[in-house]
């Protein structure tokens, strides 16, 4: 079984500009979550989807934002690009949502904000 | 969140058992404990988790206190191929869907051939 893809592996923004990124789970799962990973934070959740609705939003500003498709694939768009936003941003599908279903991390996208 | 409290490191030499402490004092009873690992360059994976009973699978062994509040992950035999950053969570079911994974920092362990 394949497992979770994410695309593209890298990019490389201006600030300012907005960037969209992509995430396929695995197949047969329905829940897929975002995180964001830098050296100073670690890894903080972003937002959880499950059968297209967004369940659970972490602290982040409005200038993030995802969604999911009827696919169970899901994007997160950010826009309006800071410095600061330069992070690995992970996905990661579940079967389900619930507190023992295991989450199946992607290798993530290495943003850079120049 | 509950929190959860890792060393920031640990060493170990390779064929050696590792156990990696973890404590959570304010853990509910209903929080599960997870362990995640992520090797370099790479997405997290899951290690282990349970509720109250020691549980054990291909990876490793998990030892939970009787009255909660603390964990250990037990790798049998470190392998060079062990050498990760290995994060303790709480699985937060809080609030009626609220099931992120709320990472710590962790604790890199190295392994020594």
């Known amino acids: 079984k394949a497992g979770v893809t994410q695309t593209p592996r890298y990019l490389i923004k201006t600030r300012g500009q907005q960037v969209t990124l992509s995430c396929s789970p695995i197949?047969?799962?329905?829940?897929v979550s975002w995180y964001q990973q830098t050296p100073g934070q670690g890894l903080q959740f972003l937002f959880e989807?499950?059968?297209?609705?967004?369940?659970n939003k972490g602290n982040f500003p409005g200038r993030f934002s995802g969604r999911q498709f009827s696919n169970s694939r899901s994007e997160m768009n950010v826009s309006t690009l800071e410095l600061g936003d330069s992070a690995l941003y992970l996905c990661?599908?579940?079967?389900?949502?619930?507190?023992?279903?295991?989450?199946?991390f992607g290798p993530g996208t290495r943003l850079t904000v120049l | 969140d509950a929190k959860t409290t890792q060393p920031n490191s640990m060493e170990s030499n390779e064929e050696e058992p590792v156990h990696l402490p973890c404590n959570h004092s304010?853990?509910?009873?209903?929080?599960?404990i997870h362990w995640y690992r992520q090797l370099p360059s790479q997405g997290p994976e899951y290690v282990i988790h349970?509720?109250?009973s020691n549980v054990n699978n291909r990876m490793a062994s998990l030892a939970i206190a009787e009255d909660r509040k603390s964990s250990t992950l037990i790798l049998h035999r470190a392998t060079l191929r062990d050498a990760a950053v290995y994060y303790c969570?709480?699985?937060?079911?809080?609030?009626?869907?609220?099931?992120?994974?709320?990472f710590g920092k962790g604790t890199l362990l190295t392994v020594n051939p």
């Open positions: 990661a599908s579940s079967l389900a949502m619930t507190s023992t279903d295991t989450q199946y």
């Open positions: 197949s047969g799962h329905r829940s």
């Open positions: 989807y499950f059968s297209e609705t967004q369940r």
């Open positions: 304010t853990i509910s009873g209903t929080d599960y």
């Open positions: 349970g509720l109250t």
């Open positions: 969570i709480l699985r937060d079911v809080s609030g009626g869907s609220n099931y992120k994974l709320t």
